[in-house]
Structure formats: C-alpha cells, structure tokens
C-alpha cells in the first residue's frame, strides 16, 4: 500500500544525543502511531496520537500529532543504547483499520 | 493489555510443504486481524484482512490460495503458507484489533522454505 514519506532514513548519533524524526502524508490521517521494532521481532506500539496538535510524551519519547493533520514527528531525548532500532510511523485515515506506514528509520547509538 | 501472542516465532520447512502461523489475542477479542509480510530492512506490507466469521480480505496481488487466513474465534487467526517456496520465505506478522482499533501486532514468525 501507500506509503507515508519518513524521513531520516538512518540516525547514527551518539550516546546522550536528542533524536527527532518525521512523517509526512499528502493524505489526512485521524490517527497517527509511532512504532519500535528490533531485529527478530514485530513492532511494539511507543506512542499513539489522536487529535490533531496533540503532544504525547513516553519516557524520553515525544510525539505530535501536526495540526494539518498530514504530519508527525517523534523525539527521542537523552539517547541510550537500547534505543536502537527501526522506528515507524504509521496513519490511520478514513479506510476501516488499514494502517500505512512509513520506511522506517533505522537509529544506531554509539557509546 | 492489548496482547498478541503469535506462533511459531520461526519455522523452516520444505519446498512444497505447507505450514500455518497462528495469532491469538490473548486480553481482548479480536473481531479483525491484519497480516503482514515484512521483507529485510523493509517496511510492512498488508497482506490480507480477516474479520471474525467472514472471509478475509486479500490486497491487490496477494495470492488468496497460497496464503489461506482463517479466523474462526475472536481469539484466534491462522495464516496457512501452502505449497510454499523459496520465495514465500518472509517475515509475517499480524496485528489484532476490535472494531478494526487494534494497535499491537504479534512477534512476528520468520519462515524460511528450502
């Protein structure tokens, strides 16, 4: 299916760093998730948005929901190791419980 | 709460063979399940939706008949790889919901056909 544009691609940042990465759409969305996945697993839900110029935050995670409602961003703070992974973005529109989702981008920690 | 417990977490088989995945909801009903392919360092492709006691819905070029979805109970959906081939090997998983709101996906099974 359609993809949203996530963008980076790949983070190789240092430990204690701050993260930010975005999606974007051409399409309007009603929801919109920020997802986790490590190597050999599925992906683990970090953040959910709801309503257009929502700010969320979890831990070290912050996510908005843009007020056009074709955007989003996700904000990892302080960065540890562990944060290592592939992020995605994912938009809930108007089709019943179909999800698009971005490219990912992928986050490398150095100590 | 929200749980999705999927099996196996990976599988090799022969050409040929078939082999079933399976998804359980295990803290709520899943009256729709979405099953994914996710190839390496890829995003995820929706494959098929089911809804509990109905057919399942299949996206534009997936083969109905090679990749067989049951969801018989709201709390379990089966993925059926038949007659599968090198190139069904994949990373598959799947995402449960109720009322099509579910958010959390499975571990995902990683097949691999020789």
């Known amino acids: 299916g359609q993809q949203l544009n996530q963008s980076p691609q790949s983070m190789f940042i240092q430990e204690g760093e701050d993260v930010s990465m975005n999606c974007t759409s051409s399409?309007?969305?009603?929801?919109w998730l920020w997802y986790k996945q490590e190597p050999g697993e599925g992906p683990v839900l970090l953040i959910a948005?709801?309503?257009?110029?929502e700010l969320t935050s979890n831990g070290r995670l912050t996510a908005q929901f843009g007020i056009t409602r074709k955007d989003s961003f996700l904000n990892i703070s302080a960065s540890i190791p562990s944060d290592v992974g592939i992020y995605f973005c994912?938009?809930?529109?108007?089709?019943?419980?179909?999800?698009?989702f971005g490219a990912g981008t992928q986050v490398v920690v150095t100590p | 709460g929200a749980v999705v417990s999927q099996h196996p977490s990976w599988v090799i088989c022969k050409s040929g063979t078939s082999v079933k995945i399976e998804c359980r909801s295990l803290?709520?009903?899943?009256?729709?399940m979405f099953w994914y392919r996710q190839f390496p360092k890829k995003s995820l492709m929706l494959m098929a939706t089911?809804?509990?006691?109905?057919?399942?819905?299949?996206e534009q070029g997936v083969e109905k008949d090679k990749f067989l979805i049951n969801h018989a109970s709201l709390t379990l959906s089966t993925l059926t790889v038949t007659s599968a081939h090198p190139e069904d090997s994949s990373f598959y998983i799947c995402?449960?919901?109720?009322?099509?709101?579910?958010?959390?996906f499975g571990s995902g099974t990683r097949l691999t056909v020789v």
């Open positions: 399409s309007i969305f009603n929801t």
């Open positions: 803290d709520f009903q899943a009256t729709t």
């Open positions: 948005l709801y309503k257009a110029g």
């Open positions: 995402r449960g919901g109720g009322n099509g709101y579910g958010y959390t």
């Open positions: 089911s809804n509990e006691g109905s057919k399942a819905t299949y």
């Open positions: 994912a938009g809930r529109g108007d089709s019943w419980g179909k999800l698009q």
